[in-house]
């Protein structure tokens, strides 16, 4: 005769092998989706270099270059640029797999806001990267330039130091265009209030131009371009989180005395 505590935590393991058996799946599959765009890509690698450094070359002085200190740069940092990429094209497949993975263990209503979240993350970040790349990069760049000449000083950089920078910048405004989505999850989960959120909105700003002066290049121009956005997207949050959780609310309200 078994024993029904040794029958449950056999069944226990099982189930934890097989969750993990699925998360590998799910992972293997996110990675081949992220090398054949990568593969698609690869060819354009340079192509799509020159695209990434186009607001830097448009802002060096007449003659100005960028150059290679490591003998396999030249290779190398167009092969991580294309990856990134396609990391970013595959990213909705990716963000599926883990939609996929978690969705068995969430409730009707949480599945109901798990899509539109992820949609409108991906977008909010696509849009702080297109943000960096068509405003932030040039007016840094010029700014840079125009403090450089004054000093007789050749501005030239590595090019693996421009991807660092980029990177940086990339994910600073991606993340930061996520603050609307941040703010509507606390208030929806009852973390935060509305009311709250007005109060501890000083803090907010002095907590922008602070991330601002750490992220961005030592001048007050290149951190207002971070911060301003930051606190107008921190008041965007405020608004969506009276409009959509209010609304919510008011849905449950209705719904709870109807049903009484």
Known sequence: MSDPQQNQEEGSEETFISHLVELRDRIIRAGIAVVVVFVGLVYWAPDIFRLLARPLMQNLPRDGKMIVTDVTGSFFVPMKVTMLVAFVIALPFVLYQIWAFVAPGLYQHEKKLVAPLVASSYTLFLCGMAFAYFVVFPTIFRVMAHYNAPLGAEMTTDIDNYLSFVLTM???????????????????????????????R????????????????????????????????????????????????????DESQAAG
Do not use: C, H, N, W
Request: no cysteine; hydrophobic share 65%; charged share 15%.
């Open 170 to 200: 990339f994910i600073a405004f991606g993340v930061t265009f996520e603050v609307p989505i941040v703010v509507v999850l606390l208030v929806r989960m009852g973390v935060l209030t509305v009311k709250k959120l007005k109060e501890i």
């Open 202 to 253: 000083p803090y907010v700003i002095v907590g922008a131009f602070i991330v601002a002066a750490v992220v961005t290049p030592p001048d007050v121009f290149s951190q207002l371009i971070l911060a301003l956005p930051l606190i107008v997207l921190y008041e965007a949050g405020i608004i969506a989180a009276r409009i959509f959780v209010g609304t919510g609310e008011k849905k449950a309200a």
